[in-house]
């Protein structure tokens, strides 16, 4: 019986570690948003849409992932005095992305937007670092 049992909770550790892969969690892709985000605003949730290995040693991953970020005050105040001049221009992603179309509202305090992003992280010592991030916020 406890030979039986011994088997059953090697056989569980087994199938445990083998469906989990090494790979960056949707938690280290929303503290890598945080931080790049981190002068604009607040990222409030980030849902992983996909996930690749770079390369074959599965030392670089990317993530594209789908997140809200709350603008703040500082940055939405910012933005109305932009309208119009030259920094705009440098804005228009921002503009286009959550300011127009479907998502068309008024820039008002601590506005919020849905976005994507591309986040590739690279396997260290000390764990996954993100490497660079792609959004839409920022093309």
Known sequence: MVRHFAFLVLLSLLALVAGCENKPSEE???EALRDAFSEVGKIESVKKLNGWFEDESK????????YVI???KEFITELNKARGSITALLLMPIYNTCFSG???????????????AKITFRKTDKGWKMISEESELWK
Do not use: G, P, R
């Open 59 to 66: 030392n670089k991953y990317t993530m594209e992932v789908e």
């Open 28 to 30: 280290l892709a929303l």
């Open 70 to 72: 709350k603008f703040n």
């Open 102 to 116: 479907e998502n068309k509202k008024l820039m008002k305090e601590e506005s919020k937007c849905k976005s994507q």
